[in-house]
T-cell receptor, first 114, second 114 residues
C-alpha cells in the first residue's frame, strides 16, 4: 500500500506570496493532520481534517488554512508568507481520528521563504 | 495542558552498546504514547506505541519502550545500537479521552559511533 505523499517536496517563495501544499493520505485513511517543523519550535500541530471537516486547529494565525476533499486528499494554504514560515510541513494520515490510531507521516514539503 | 519532555537534545552511544532515549510526559489519565524516528530529509516513521497491558512495548528495527506509570515516563531502548540508528527521535502523547492532537517532544538526536 502506498504511503502518504506530499507535493511539492521543495518550494521557494518570497515574502507576501501565498502557497498551497498538497497531501494524499494512505488509501482508506480518513483523517489528515498537518504539522509545521522548525529547528527552534520542533513539531507544532496546525490542523486536522476528518470527513472534509476541520476537527482540530493549532495555535497558528488565520493565514494558515486548509481543506479536505471527498477522497480524503488535503491541501493547506499559507497566505501572505513571512520569513518565519520557512519550515518543513508534514502531513500525517490515520484510519480514524480516535486517539489510539497511529498517524503515518509523509516525507514533507520544505518551504523556504526569501 | 499536556506536554512531553525529552530531556536530552543529543545522545551519543558506541555501536553495539545499549541505547536509551528518555521521554517523560504530563497528561491527565493514561495516555497513548508513541515513538517516531526521523532520518535526514525524511518524514517521521512510526516505531511503536503503548496502548495498554504489558509495560514493555516492542516495535520496529529492534526498538522497545518501557512505560512507567508512576514516573510518567516512556523511555525508548535498544539492546545493541547500530550506526544506522543515528537519527532524530520524537516521543509523542495523546490523551485517551477527547479528540486532541498528538503532542510531540522536542526530539533527541541519537548519534551512534562506530
Amino acid at each position: 500500500k502506498a504511503g502518504v505523499t506530499q507535493t511539492p517536496r521543495y518550494l521557494i517563495k518570497t515574502r507576501g506570496q501565498q502557497v498551497t501544499l498538497s497531501c494524499s493520505p494512505i488509501s482508506g485513511h480518513r483523517s489528515v493532520s498537518w504539522y509545521q517543523q522548525t529547528p527552534g519550535q520542533g513539531l507544532q500541530f496546525l490542523f486536522e481534517y476528518f470527513s472534509e471537516t476541520q476537527r482540530n486547529k493549532g495555535n497558528f494565525p488565520g493565514r494558515f488554512s486548509g481543506r479536505q476533499f471527498s477522497n480524503s486528499r488535503s491541501e493547506m494554504n499559507v497566505s501572505t508568507l513571512e520569513l518565519g514560515d520557512s519550515a518543513l510541513y508534514l502531513c500525517a494520515s490515520s484510519l480514524d481520528r480516535v486517539g489510539v490510531e497511529t498517524q503515518y507521516f509523509g516525507p514533507g514539503t520544505r518551504l523556504l521563504v526569501l | 495542558a499536556q506536554s512531553v519532555a525529552q530531556p536530552e537534545d543529543q545522545v551519543n552511544v558506541a555501536e553495539g552498546n545499549p541505547l536509551t532515549v528518555k521521554c517523560t510526559y504530563s497528561v491527565s489519565g493514561n495516555p497513548y504514547l508513541f515513538w517516531y524516528v526521523q532520518y535526514p530529509n525524511r518524514g517521521l516513521q512510526f516505531l511503536l506505541k503503548y496502548i495498554t497491558g504489558d509495560n514493555l512495548v516492542k516495535g520496529s528495527y529492534g526498538f522497545e519502550a518501557e512505560f512507567n506509570k508512576s514516573q510518567t515516563s516512556f523511555h525508548l531502548k535498544k539492546p545493541s545500537a547500530l550506526v544506522s540508528d543515528s537519527a532524530l527521535y520524537f516521543c509523542a502523547v495523546r490523551p485517551r479521552s477527547g479528540n486532541t492532537p498528538l503532542v510531540f517532544g522536542k526530539g533527541t538526536r541519537l548519534s551512534v559511533i562506530a
